[in-house]
């Protein structure tokens, strides 16, 4: 890190998930300087699945991305919720199919930081993204620079740069969060753990389609296929995930909420014995897993303020969320591409260009993150769960047509953005 110095740094960001190489560059194609820190020594592919929402994927495209997306992921035609008897309860066009002028992928989330990162390393330079240093504390403002304290992790010793903006794009253990929220606790579970895995199948449900059967008052499960490459030779690359609610006094989470937690086949197989959705044997591709990582449901109260002075947060350090939208990564990216404009176009003043980043975000992210926890689908599948326990043969009567009119609703307040604002809005590229 000792090429960073006061003469050539500008924005430091700690961070290199999908929000901190969005936000880099974001900041490069606005002619801001940035580098990127992560504590991790060599950044690999790790992680499972998601989903992009087209108006990330319209942030992403602007960027030149497109292709790669196109290439590494699927796009998603249609999301259709199933009961546990695989009973199609309701579904809609996705992406294009739906209006946008954006599609909707489902990727592997270590695929797209892959794409994200080499992007990076080409635009900006090497050195643009140091592993094996994280943030350790902000020591003082000096005139219109920060002085940042920085560790590098496989010597243990600490350094400091300065830069004229901070941002914290280092997740749900948030470090420049803590600093700048002491106090504020450990997240908040709410009772529902989560098991994921990927596994080659063939295509099944058309090859395209994001499934949802069951309701997470008891057990629910959400199956999508991710790669790209799988499909042109005709298979599916299938992205599960299993969640199952306990009562809150059940226990604990214990230690901390790691995505990379590994799972046990045993511990979530019972749940969806004889599950069928489709074409889709559930218990079998559950048992066809290599690897199963467990993950409880977690998100953190919204804060009146995210940043202090240079200092803000960024993706799922300002913001995490349940994933009942889809819509984490995607926010993330969003988050990046507003702050990107907000500093140039309060350029050369990086606190007011933070602040003005915060005012636009802020308030929108909170609001999902409500929307997320009040769970509307899902009341409404667990109504059909209750009303037909043993399936039903024609949905009209199982739930009412205002009902279902409910269900295209709460998927408008948990995804965020309407088709015909995300179509008519100008760029936010600078």
Same mark, same amino acid.
């Given at each position: 890190m000792s090429a960073m110095n006061a003469a050539n740094a500008d924005v430091l960001v =700690?961070?290199?998930g999908i929000g901190g190489l969005t936000a880099a560059l974001s900041l490069h194609a606005a002619g801001i300087g940035v580098r990127v820190i992560e504590p991790v020594q060599v950044l690999r592919p790790v992680g499972v699945g998601i989903?992009? $929402? &087209?108006? *990330?994927?319209?942030?992403? /495209?602007e960027l030149g991305l497109g292709e790669q997306l196109a290439a590494t992921g699927?796009? /998603? =035609?249609?999301?259709?919720?199933? @009961?546990?008897?695989?009973?199609?309860?309701?579904?809609? &066009?996705?992406?294009? =199919?739906?209006?946008?002028?954006?599609?909707?992928?489902?990727?592997?989330?270590? *695929?797209l930081q892959m794409i994200l990162l080499d992007a990076v390393r080409e635009r900006l330079g090497e050195r643009a993204v140091v592993t094996g240093t994280s943030f350790v504390r902000c020591a003082e403002t000096e005139g219109q620079l920060l002085r940042v304290i920085l560790r590098d992790m496989a010597r243990g010793r600490e350094h400091a740069v300065r830069v004229r903006a901070l941002i914290g794009a280092d997740?749900?253990?948030s470090t420049v969060r803590a600093r700048l929220h002491p106090g504020e606790g450990p997240p908040l579970w709410n009772g529902i753990r989560m098991w994921r895995g990927v596994a080659e199948w063939d295509p099944v449900l058309g090859g395209r389609t994001v499934a949802i059967a069951g309701s997470n008052a008891h057990a629910k499960l959400v199956v999508y296929p991710i790669s790209g490459e799988a499909e042109r030779r005709g298979r599916a690359l299938l992205n599960w995930?299993?969640?199952?609610? !306990?009562p809150v006094e059940h226990g604990a989470i214990s230690g901390a909420a790691d995505w990379n937690r590994t799972g046990r086949l045993s511990d979530v197989l019972p749940y969806f014995a004889g599950w069928r959705i489709g074409d889709l044997d559930v218990p079998a591709l559950l048992a066809a897993t290599r690897r199963i990582l467990e993950y409880p449901?977690? @998100?953190?109260?919204?804060?009146?303020?995210?940043?202090?002075?240079?200092? /803000?947060?960024?993706?799922?350090a300002a913001h995490p969320m349940y994933p009942v939208g889809s819509n984490g990564g995607s926010q993330a990216v969003l988050d990046a591409r507003v702050l990107a404009r907000s500093l140039a176009v309060n350029d050369p003043d990086r606190v007011a260009?933070?602040? =003005?980043?915060?005012?636009?975000?802020?308030e929108a992210t909170a609001a999902l993150v409500l929307a997320n926890r009040r769970m509307p689908a899902d009341r409404l599948l667990q109504?059909? *769960?209750?009303? *037909?326990?043993?399936? !039903? @043969?024609?949905?009209?009567?199982? $739930? /009412? &047509?205002?009902e279902l009119a409910e269900l295209d609703a709460a998927y408008r307040w948990t995804t965020g953005t309407d088709v015909a604002e995300l179509n008519g809005r100008g760029s936010w590229g600078v």
């Open positions: =700690a961070g290199a989903n992009l $929402l &087209p108006h *990330a994927v319209r942030e992403l /495209t699927v796009a /998603t =035609a249609q999301m259709v919720h199933y @009961d546990r008897h695989g009973n199609r309860i309701w579904g809609e &066009p996705r992406g294009h =199919a739906l209006g946008y002028h954006w599609p909707q992928y489902s990727i592997h989330r270590g *695929a997740g749900l253990y995930v299993a969640e199952v609610r !306990f449901m977690v @998100d953190r109260e919204p804060l009146p303020r995210w940043g202090r002075g240079p200092v /803000t947060l960024l993706g799922d260009g933070l602040r =003005a980043y915060e005012e636009v975000r802020r109504v059909v *769960a209750e009303r *037909a326990p043993e399936g !039903f @043969d024609r949905v009209e009567d199982v $739930l /009412t &047509p205002e």
